[in-house]
């Protein structure tokens, strides 16, 4: 049977780094690493106290979508003892990598169980620049994902070290990212203040008016944001964002259907969209349309393992 290594570092600094091998089953190659360390935690994560269990319960009530109906605490306790896994993507998959990643994963409740802290995973992270307060046990892994083929590859004990290829790659780009992100900040900050350099650093009109509509957003102001956002679709029809943004803002005005369309349009540009996707499954969900809204959740889940609501929403429709 096929099978793959990946490496166990403990928390606990008197013991070794640990690497494993894991046998698959063919069908399972994309879930077995994850069923498998979501074994792990569930037998070595510390308990929750009831205090902790009480304040995540209140945290995804919160995070409900608005007009769905409320579950009741025994499902909200049922989603808060999931084991999720969250995955850290240290070497992102690009096309630059050959779709070749290395991820991280750890508990998605270390912090909240307050795990001990593990000092060689969390430098681990920041010296692939992403750095990180990892929480409990950590495992690493590689794969080879370009969006149609999924492959597990090997990932050893000595690809540890602080002077591995992938370790610098991932250090790279993650800098790159950090740099792209600044000069955004940086771009919008001198058009809000107008200090750019004339013209070219002026907003275009839809731009402006995505941003007065991010404005009326944060302020819940749901119908005025959905004018500005249509605006600013009708003078440029490609602003992702702003289609996304009004999509969740229908969904607060409980306009399924134009909430669910505005979500399709996006996931057409952006497959792997989870805010859209997530929105297409509220609004499909509100409709009784439970197994749009059940294949959606499971895509989220499958981008993002440790993503709790969209968990809890699932757990809703079973």
Known sequence: MPSFQYVHIPADPSQPPE?????WKEGKEVECLLDEIKAHFARTSPVKTPAQQAAQVAQLRAKLPAGAAAPDDRLLVAATSL??????????????????????????????????????????????????????????SRVLDDGE?????DFGANDLSSSAPWVAAARAKNAEARRGEGAQAIL???QAEGAGPGPA???????????????????????????????????????????????????HLQ????????AEAVLAAQPDNAKALLRRAAAAQALGEHAAARADLEHVLVLEPGHREAALRLASLT
């Open 19 to 23: 690497e494993k091998t894991l046998v």
């Open 83 to 140: 084991n999720m896994v969250e995955s850290i993507a240290l070497l992102p998959n690009l096309p630059v990598h050959g779709f070749v990643g290395v991820n991280m994963y750890v508990d998605d409740e270390g912090s909240i169980r307050e795990a001990p802290f593990n000092a060689r995973a969390s430098e681990l992270a920041t010296l692939c620049g992403k750095p990180l307060q990892v929480r409990g046990d950590a495992f690493l």
């Open 149 to 153: 083929a999924f492959r597990r590859l």
């Open 188 to 190: 919008q900050r001198m």
């Open 201 to 251: 650093s002026s907003p275009s009109p839809a731009d402006a008016l995505k941003q007065q509509g991010n404005a009326a957003f944060k302020r819940c102001e749901w119908e005025t944001a959905v004018r500005l956002y249509t605006q600013a679709l009708e003078a440029e029809s490609g602003l992702v964002a702003a289609r996304n943004n009004r999509a969740q803002a229908l969904l």
């Open 255 to 262: 306009r399924w259907r134009e909430a669910g369309a505005d």
